[in-house]
């Protein structure tokens, strides 16, 4: 019984290392793979090629955990593209809240915005800055007179007329009823003159080709950050304003 006894425990050390090599060991090994991919690490994969069911267990899981990585990688896609729709998306209804829906120019409040970070720039930086109102003179008669689509063809012809000679950081708005203004970074006030003569002409010309008959015509004030010591923003506005009262009182 004694042999017998000590010939199962010899037997036993080689089986309990088998039964550990060919069992325990994969099972943990695929314990602690299942674990990593648990954790967000989707690309981990299980070694264990076998033709058991410790092997069929592994095979279950890498199949698992491709068709995973698939679907994480679609929906990551999916999401990216969505995201990017909807940026895209808010950019338009900034835009859309941010133009005159009659002259498709930049709004009131829009300029304003623009106005505020112009105005800081060109005062730290001292480069030059001017603001140009325009007046439509007669327009109201115009506009009694024909109608309030004449009225509105007018206002648009204003708008397409000063774009046409903007440059691309120039920025123009509708500033109220038959009022516009612009803003011109980098620019004295010798140049925005050229540039209001410029808008003045062809908007005459285009009136006389679209509207004969009407009188129809454009007063412009015009305020230079260099060329007049102002506070803040509002007063280079306030400076183009009185100007352009000047400039239809004369």
């Known amino acids: 019984l004694v042999g017998v006894g000590l010939l199962a425990t ?25 674990t990593q991919f ?11 090629e076998r033709q058991d069911e410790i092997g069929s267990l592994a095979r279950s899981f890498n199949q698992m ?10 929906l990551v896609r999916l999401n ?19 133009r005159d829906p009659l002259t498709g ?27 140009v109102m325009i007046d439509l003179d007669e327009f109201k008669s115009a506009n009694d007179q024909f109608g309030h689509q004449l009225g509105d063809g007018l206002l648009a012809l204003a708008a397409t007329t000063i774009v046409s000679q ?36 062809k908007f005459a010309r285009d009136v006389t080709e ?12 015009i305020a230079s950050l260099g060329s007049l010591d102002l506070p803040d923003a509002d007063s280079l506005v ?3 304003d009185q100007a352009l009262y000047s400039a239809k009182a004369a």
């Open 80 to 98: 990216a593209e969505l995201e990017e729709r909807v940026a895209y998306r808010t950019r338009q209804l900034r835009e859309l809240a941010s």
């Open 166 to 201: 903007l440059r691309t950081p120039d920025l123009a708005a509708r500033f109220g009823g038959d009022e516009f203004i612009i803003l011109l970074p980098q620019t004295n006030q010798d140049r925005a003159r050229v540039l209001a003569e410029r808008v003045m002409e």
């Open 10 to 34: 010899l037997a036993a050390v080689p089986l309990g290392f088998l039964l550990i090599r060919r069992i325990v060991a994969p099972m943990r090994g695929l314990a602690m793979v299942m």
């Open 38 to 48: 648990s954790e967000g690490k989707l690309d981990v994969r299980s070694p264990i």
């Open 210 to 221: 679209r509207f004969p008959g009407l009188n129809v015509r454009m007063s412009v004030g």
């Open 105 to 131: 120019l930049y709004n009131r409040r829009h300029f304003n915005e623009v106005l505020e970070r112009r105005f800081a720039e060109a005062t730290r930086y001292e480069t030059g800055l001017t603001c």
């Open 65 to 74: 955990a491709d068709e995973h990585e698939r679907t994480h990688t679609r």
């Open 238 to 240: 306030r400076a183009a």
